[in-house]
């Protein structure tokens, strides 16, 4: 629908819309007026720059934010050339929110010396009022705030903003609405991230998630086809589903649909070429699932299946709903359907109560699961959360060691797993030209792994047969096969 969809066609100077994506395309036009006018009086398009932090679902939120801006007319430029810089916000662990009230802080002289320079926030960190209030409080100079569950409203928001000069503030606690059919403008033509579902009910006792992003809603299986569809017809052939907890997808629907089911049906798209997904939950990974998962053509060799701890009793205090057994029960049966899976994982080192045997306890599943690389992350205490609570929070000296004994054997772990494939040819996707040496392209294989490998740029977005010569710890030097 989005592709099809003249902005110049809209009357403007009609009443908005009700319905949705109506009434965002109607807002769209009336800041592409908006947009005429600057560039009549500027000679010249306005710049935005949209900055992500956090994780993938959020990158997916930015390009939907870019498209947006796109559509309105504004150019991409630099932060520090931007007539409209948004941050996109992640609260998952305090550095997170440190860092944006840090990069605020360099932006207000930037929008002293620009006076068309405005500042947008949306995102998790924007759902905890504490936020709002500290920015409304000492960050006067921010024009937009917004929240993940109306990120949709973006383009009627600018525009509330352009014609009322005021610092607009739009969060909602909770949504059980998905509009579809919105613009967006993807990193890479060749893959792209895909929403199934949004949301999470898990309620881990140290995650903020669920009360940042609301309750688990699916998308429709038709709507995610019919968008995989379009993307393929547009050049992308590398499909990543996003959800918190993509293992209870379809749990909802009115006509419930399981993930594994979903896949099967992704998989008959003839234009999609590699199939990867994130993030699974342990506790709702189903047999069905592995099955599909072994029988697969499409889906990636490759499964992130955070563990959080390796202590049975750190894990039932976290609220997982899983022993250290059964995660070690699941891994085998993983295995078992899919001999050569590479395993990735996340692990928070520190949960309060966690003793000396309770590290030991993961440093034993690392050990025992051999991880191809495993995210580690120090407890981070989220007000709001049932944990931030607990009593017997671990000190920080504590939680340091045992974080860098978990590093070590991590990386070990890590860079044995990575030296079996070398002197294999595997396929890679040439997804970039090499930061380092324009000569060189960064390819990833199925299994997540980078090689970089001497190639043309146009090699980029089509898969090769690379000889991985040299294992670099984690990331492998390669050389092309001749096809
Ligand atoms: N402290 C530290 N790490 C956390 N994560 C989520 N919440 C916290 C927290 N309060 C980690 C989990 C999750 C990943 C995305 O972030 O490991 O899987
Ligand atoms: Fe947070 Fe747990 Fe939901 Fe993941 S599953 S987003 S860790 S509450």
């Known amino acids: 629908m989005y592709n099809e969809i003249d902005l110049d066609k809209i009357d403007i100077a009609a009443e908005p819309p009700t319905e949705e994506p109506a009434r965002q395309y109607y807002f769209m036009a009336k800041c592409r007026e908006w ?46 050339k931007a007539d409209f810089v ?9 550095n997170a929110n440190t860092r944006v009230y840090g990069r605020l802080g360099q932006l207000k002289p930037a929008k002293k010396k620009n006076s068309h320079m405005m500042i947008g926030l949306c995102g998790c960190m924007m759902q905890e009022p504490e936020v709002v209030e500290k920015l ?46 919105l613009p967006n403008e993807r990193k890479y033509p060749f893959k792209s991230g895909v929403n199934i579902m949004f949301g999470c009910n898990n309620f881990c006792s140290y995650c903020i998630v669920p009360y940042v992003r609301g309750r688990e809603r699916s998308r429709e299986p038709k709507a995610i086809i019919r968008e995989i569809e379009r993307l393929c017809a547009d050049g992308v052939s590398e499909i990543m589903l996003l959800g918190q907890n993509v293992n209870s997808y379809g749990k909802t629907l009115e006509q419930p649909v399981t993930f594994a089911g979903l896949l099967e049906e992704i998989e008959k798209i003839d234009g999609v070429r590699r199939i990867r997904f994130m993030t699974s939950h342990p506790k709702d990974l189903s047999d069905e699932l592995i099955e599909v998962m072994g029988r697969s053509k499409k889906i990636c060799k490759h499964l992130h299946l955070p563990v959080q701890s ?68 120090i407890y981070s205490k989220r007000t709001g959360t049932p944990a931030a609570v607990m009593e017997n929070q671990v000190p920080d000296e504590v939680i340091k ?83």
Not at 36 to 54: D, I, M, Y
Request: net charge negative.
């Open 310 to 377: 390796g202590s049975t009793d750190i894990l039932k205090k976290m609220n997982r709903r899983y022993t250290k057994e059964q995660y070690l029960e699941l891994v085998r049966k993983i295995r078992a359907a899919v001999p050569d899976i590479s395993l990735t994982t996340d692990i928070i080192v520190g949960f309060p109560g966690e003793t000396e045997e309770d590290f030991l306890e993961t440093l034993d599943i690392v050990r025992q699961v051999r991880y191809d690389s495993a995210f580690t992350f």
């Open 35 to 80: 947009v005429r006018r600057f560039e009549q009086e500027n000679g010249r398009l306005p710049k935005a720059c949209v900055t992500t932090f956090g994780c993938q679902m959020n990158a997916r939120d930015s390009e939907k934010l870019r498209g947006v801006l796109r559509e309105i007319g504004y150019r991409e430029g630099t932060e520090e």
């Open 86 to 94: 948004i941050y996109n916000t992640c609260t998952v662990r305090e």
């Open 401 to 483: 060691e045992r974080f860098d004994r978990l590093l070590t054997e991590v990386q070990k772990i890590a860079a044995e797993a990575c030296a079996v494939h070398e002197g294999s040819v595997q396929e890679a996707l040439a997804e970039e030209i090499s930061g380092h040496d324009s000569t060189m392209l960064t390819g990833r294989l199925s299994n997540n792994l980078l090689v970089h490998f001497p190639g043309e740029r146009k090699l980029l977005g089509r898969y090769v047969d690379v000889k991985l010569t040299e294992c670099k710890g984690f990331y492998y030097i390669g050389e092309m096969m001749g096809r």
């Open 136 to 181: 409304k409080k000492s960050y006067r100079f921010v024009d937009i705030i917004f929240g993940t569950h109306n990120i949709y409203k973006f383009a009627e928001l600018l525009f509330t903003r352009l014609e009322s000069e005021r610092m607009v503030i739009d969060i909602w606690k909770d949504t059980d609405k998905i509009v579809e059919d």
